[in-house]
């Protein structure tokens, strides 16, 4: 989990304080991490854009983006397109690599053959 360190004015401080003093959060960092999360929920082009952004300055792989943006990889694909961002191929680290093979895992293929008619009738 990241830690970060940041300012806020006096009265969002005193409400968030409030806010744990009446027990609708834990604590104050409950209240932030609901916070952001609620954002990124509510808004679903600036999740998208972070998504790219990260994506484009390498430091998150195709499968990470789509997973932040909440999408799959094929329409993750076709939005970093849509940016002008160059994709980049290939497996990243072991972490891709397994992910690739569990995403692999959950396709589903038509197995039965194309004409069933013939075996029915006999």
Same mark, same amino acid.
């Given at each position: 989990?990241?830690? #970060? *360190? ?9 409400? #968030?304080?409030? =806010? &744990?003093? =009446?027990? &609708? ?22 999740? *998208?854009?972070?998504? &790219?952004? +990260?994506?484009?300055?390498?430091? #998150?792989?195709?499968?990470? =983006?789509?997973?932040?943006?909440? &999408? ?6 076709? #939005? ?6 160059? +994709?980049? +191929?290939? +497996? ?12 692999? *895992? ?17």
């Amino acid at each position: 989990m990241a830690r #970060i *360190t940041g300012s806020y004015p006096d009265d969002l401080d005193l409400l #968030i304080e409030g =806010a &744990v003093e =009446a027990g &609708v959060f834990g604590g104050k960092s409950d209240a932030l991490r609901e916070f952001v999360r609620e954002y990124f929920e509510d808004h679903e082009n600036e999740r *998208t854009a972070a998504a &790219v952004a +990260l994506y484009e300055r390498e430091r #998150i792989t195709l499968g990470d =983006a789509a997973r932040l943006a909440h &999408v799959d990889r094929w329409t993750m694909r076709d #939005i970093l397109c849509e940016h002008g961002v160059e +994709l980049r +191929l290939g +497996l990243v680290d072991e972490e891709d690599a397994a992910y690739e093979a569990e995403a692999a *895992t959950e396709l589903e293929f038509d197995d039965e053959p194309a004409d069933n008619d013939n075996s029915d009738s006999q």
